[in-house]
């Protein structure tokens, strides 16, 4: 049992690393707020495509979010960091992880919006097109927010793999939570670092889960 | 007839053809409606009666044929079709409320969007309209705390605070529950007698009797008969009719 507390929740070798964590932290907190945005960003963009009335920019918006859910994030994020520069247009690490979180997380966001805007009645863009609505209003006002409440739980678990995604970034350099933590752990060949660190995202995600199943329930209850 | 002629009539749809693949639903329809005039269309269901309807507001596209509505060439690509569409008020079967907006703020949003009306103004523009189906009292009520007769009398608020010239009913009280019918007829008798056009798809033939000018029996796609309800209730001349009408009668 002691053996078990100094390999895993050394509190000396915790406090020891809490600068590193700290940074590390911070970190993970501003990858998140960039990239969560970007990759709605993204998926309004995708999911709006995917209603469009040209059936050729539809298909395109499906092969898109094909492509890019394919596509390993790690590998992705790789090629914009290390491969671009070969055809002459380094992005830099923050450049890459923006470019690669947007296509990335855009292509679920999107997909997940598509859905939200297909589980709303046809009857309701009628109404709405009848009164005199344009198709953009009607997205706006009608359908979009709409579509938003019927996927939020979805849309809130996405942005929980979101979050925790952002751990690769630290192949590009970016000295994120998980990254600091495992530096620590090197230097002191202790594990206690990583259960920190795995704590710190627990805290950081699990408002959002808690918020994610009360919808879901609540969603549960509204159907029965 | 009240209204006979004075003017040329304010709908006037001319061989409406449409096709969706290989059905044809309208099959050369024509219609005509004078102002302040109420045509109520009955017919089997599948006889092209929606289709026909939502033709009037283009919500469908004909595939042939010729639509002007108080003077707008409807079909034309130059006709500014949002535009138009605010001089036609729709009324659907299964009201079609935004679930996410209050009474009001189901009324108020064309007002603001489309007439470009402010806050104020708006929110006074619906409070007369939903004053007049009887619902004042409920403004900030969500849908889903409105039973569906008074869901259907929001829907008929949203129409016509929007002022149209013409307003057009698809089985407004096809989805209701039998004790709510007649509060949402009640309400489009008002609006009839205001004067406003009407066009309603319906088998409440007590309503058609009292309040319609013309009645219109369509079946496949083709408007088979038409005239005063009394002639087509008492007198059809169609074994079609004839047999239609004794259907409904006996619900
Ligand atoms: N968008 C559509 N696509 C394919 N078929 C349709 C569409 N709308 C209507 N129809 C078909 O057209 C026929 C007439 O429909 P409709 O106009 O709704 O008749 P009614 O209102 O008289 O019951 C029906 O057979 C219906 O299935
Ligand atoms: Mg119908």
């Not at chain 1, 009607?138 to 359908?143: D, E, G, P, R, Y």
Request: hydrophobic share 50%; with cysteine.
């Amino acid at each position: 049992m002691d053996d078990f507390v100094q390999a895993f929740l050394n509190l000396d070798i915790i406090s020891q690393a809490s600068p590193i964590l700290w940074r590390g932290l911070w970190q993970t907190l501003l990858l998140a707020v960039m990239v969560v945005p970007l990759g709605l960003i993204g998926g309004v963009i995708l999911a709006l495509l995917s209603t469009a009335p040209l059936r050729w920019v539809r298909i395109l918006a499906a092969g898109w979010v094909d492509l890019f859910r394919a596509i390993p994030p790690l590998v992705l994020l790789v090629f914009l960091y290390a491969g671009l520069p070969f055809a002459g247009l380094d992005v830099g690490a923050w450049g890459a992880v923006a470019i690669g979180f947007f296509l990335n997380t855009g292509a679920y966001y999107g997909e997940v919006l598509r859905a939200g805007i297909d589980s709303v009645p046809r009857g309701q863009t009628e109404a709405a097109r009848s009164t005199g609505l344009s198709q953009a209003q009607t997205l706006a006002f009608v359908v979009l927010p709409q579509a938003v409440r019927n996927v939020m739980p979805d849309l809130i678990s996405n942005t929980v793999e979101v979050v925790k995604l952002t751990s690769i970034a630290s192949v590009v350099a970016l000295p994120e939570l998980l990254f600091q933590a495992r530096q620590a752990q090197n230097v002191t060949y202790n594990a206690s670092p990583i259960v920190a660190a795995a704590v710190a995202y627990f805290l950081l995600l699990w408002p959002l889960v808690r918020l994610m199943s009360r919808l879901e329930n609540k969603a549960m209850a509204g159907r029965g | 007839m009240r209204n006979a002629h004075s003017s040329p009539p304010i709908v006037q749809a001319h061989g409406l053809w449409k096709r969706f693949g290989a059905l044809t639903v309208l099959k050369g329809v024509d219609l005509e409606v004078a102002e302040k005039q109420l045509v109520f269309i009955i017919g089997p269901s599948g006889s092209g009666k929606s289709t026909l309807l939502r033709c009037l507001n283009r919500l469908e596209t004909p595939d042939d044929g010729a639509i002007t509505i108080d003077g707008i060439n409807l079909l034309s690509p130059k006709t500014d079709i949002n535009k138009a569409r605010q001089r036609i008020g729709m009324v659907f079967q299964s009201f079609n409320l935004y679930p996410h907006m209050t009474a009001r703020q189901n009324v108020t949003l064309a007002l603001r969007k489309v007439l470009g009306r402010g806050k104020e103004e708006a929110d006074i523009a619906a409070r007369h309209a939903l004053d007049r189906v009887g619902l004042g009292e409920r403004m900030d009520h969500f849908p889903a705390q409105l039973s569906g007769g008074q869901q259907q009398r929001v829907a008929i608020a949203r129409a016509i605070a929007l002022e149209p010239r013409v307003m057009l009913f698809d089985e407004p009280t096809s989805a209701l529950d039998p004790e709510l019918v007649g509060g949402v007829l009640s309400v489009m008798r008002e609006l009839r007698e205001s004067g406003m056009t009407m066009v309603v798809v319906s088998h409440e033939m007590a309503f058609a009797r009292a309040a319609a000018d013309t009645v219109i029996f369509m079946a496949d796609g083709e408007k088979l008969e038409e005239g005063p309800p009394a002639q087509i209730f008492e007198q059809p001349q169609h074994e079609r009719t004839r047999s239609f009408i004794r259907q409904i009668d006996r619900h």
